[in-house]
């Protein structure tokens, strides 16, 4: 991606999250029940979206990288993973905050989905370890795709079980007796959605390009007969982007 | 597909011979399982368990001593270059596969031929919830079998091991695990077995199970690459 398209795409992210929030605090009506609290459902609920399309996305370009060899679907699988983890740690602390103000408690069990969520981001914590300790990089990079492959076929089943284990108590924002979101509280949320789901594409390609820098300096820095920084330390910790 | 089938046994055939001559997995496991129930009558200070106590007693106590035969069934292809071996027969990867998770299956269903009837002995009143626990045990063992073998494949060429096994494996076995709690639980009830939400659950387990094995068999041939 050229800078000034990724310069573009920074600046359109500020501006969707400043008029989603702008519109959180400013317009969208408070909720009869749970009031001023309950706004914390426009960070929570698109921040929660776009981790799990993230895994799924990591999925789809892990099988990519195995049909075709290309490693430029392993570096978007694992940068998606990346970002998605540091999401997921958002959502949880989010969700931890919402569920103290409208229950009292900073964990409740009872709440499907976010223990469903807990149990993906666990799983995906161990990405890390899992990769980082095999040593071949083309294993690596084969191993790290069936385990994306792995878990984000994961993802649904694993909703799927802890939902039907659990009464169902989360607040149905979408789907209420009355007939759902009122209409200015659905735009302000698809603004935060697409918001978030901006923010979590400028970070994936952020990633890549300081990847892609770091590729080129160690490119550069052998071809002047120089040990490129890190490669003492023993095992590249991470992908590389091909230069 | 006779070939295959023939590999198939072959292959089972060398894993089966193997344990019963070195008994590297299956004494371990039942010892570990044992010793959890004891562990668990004094950490849960109860002679006796019902419901959901006794699912989890004894869902956890197999799932732990499942990962002990889990963490073994590739160290030996590792240690005498059965993998090499392997790569060079005119033999499909799911075929290694599809033998090793049968291996485990069978090791733990011996498994719980004979846990299981220990636990009844040591913490049921009555052994009336031991017949419909069969079908759950079985399904269950498949989805670990075979999300076991594909964990075990994908760790055991990495340099910690025994420390990855369990690490991925148990995230990605609570819903298996939700499921079979939550069929027999109502198996142990107090006042004999109710078939409260059977069915359902067993229908998830089964679909866990099919998803792990469409992903194993797509994904092995990879492992197996050098």
């Known amino acids: ?243 | 597909m006779r070939r295959t089938l023939d590999a198939w046994q072959a292959l089972l055939g060398k894993e089966l011979r193997t344990e019963a001559r070195t008994m590297r997995s299956l004494p371990a496991m039942v010892l570990f399982a044992v010793t959890t129930f004891i562990i668990f009558r004094y950490g849960l200070d109860r002679t006796q368990l019902s419901g959901s106590l006794a699912g989890g007693v004894l869902w956890t106590t197999l799932l732990f001593a499942s990962i002990l035969g889990i963490n073994r069934i590739f160290v030996s292809e590792l240690e005498e270059g059965g993998f090499d071996s392997f790569r060079l027969a005119p033999v499909a990867s799911n075929v290694f596969f599809a033998a090793k998770a049968a291996a485990l299956f069978i090791y733990l269903t011996v498994l719980e031929l004979i846990v299981v009837p220990v636990f009844a002995l040591f913490f049921l009143p009555d052994w009336a919830a031991l017949l419909p626990l069969i079908p759950v045990l079985l399904i269950a063992n498949l989805g670990i079998s075979l999300l076991g073998t594909l964990i075990s494949s994908m760790a055991v060429n990495s340099t910690s091991r025994d420390l990855l096994v369990p690490l991925i494996l148990l995230p990605l076995i609570v819903p298996l695990m939700i499921a079979a709690t939550g069929a027999s639980a109502p198996l142990f009830d107090a006042s004999g077995p109710v078939f409260d939400g059977f069915g359902g659950w067993l229908m998830v387990m089964g679909l866990y199970d099919g998803v792990f094995l469409l992903v194993g068999y797509a994904v092995f041939d990879f492992l197996l690459e050098d």
């Open chain 1, 1 to 243: 991606m050229r800078p000034s398209a990724l310069r573009l795409l920074s600046i359109a992210t500020v501006i969707t999250l400043i008029a989603g929030f702008g519109l959180v605090f400013f317009w969208t009506p408070m909720d009869a029940d749970q009031g001023f609290k309950q706004k914390i459902f426009y960070l929570h609920v698109p921040l929660a979206i776009m981790a799990l399309v993230g895994f799924i996305a990591a999925g789809v370009e892990g099988y990519r990288h195995i049909r075709t060899g290309n490693s430029r679907h392993d570096l978007n699988s694992y940068v998606f993973i990346h970002i998605s983890v540091v999401f997921g740690v958002a959502v949880l602390v989010t969700g931890a905050i919402w569920a103290q103000a409208s229950w009292g408690k900073w964990w409740v069990w009872e709440e499907p989905t976010l223990v469903s969520f807990l149990i993906v981001f666990l799983l995906y914590c161990t990405y890390y370890p899992f990769r980082y300790a095999i040593e071949d990089r083309e294993r690596q990079a084969r191993y790290a795709s069936v385990f994306a492959i792995t878990a984000g076929a994961f993802v649904p089943l694993n909703f799927i079980a802890v939902r039907m284990a659990e009464s169902v108590i989360h607040p149905r924002v979408f789907a209420t007796a009355e007939g759902g979101l009122p209409p200015s509280m659905m735009l302000t949320f698809l603004v935060c959605m697409a918001g978030i789901a901006l923010l979590w594409v400028t970070l994936v390609k952020l990633e890549l390009v300081g990847k892609r820098v770091n590729g080129q300096i160690s490119k550069l820095q052998r071809l002047v007969g120089e040990e490129p920084a890190g490669s003492s330390t023993g095992r590249r910790v991470s992908p590389q982007a091909e230069v």
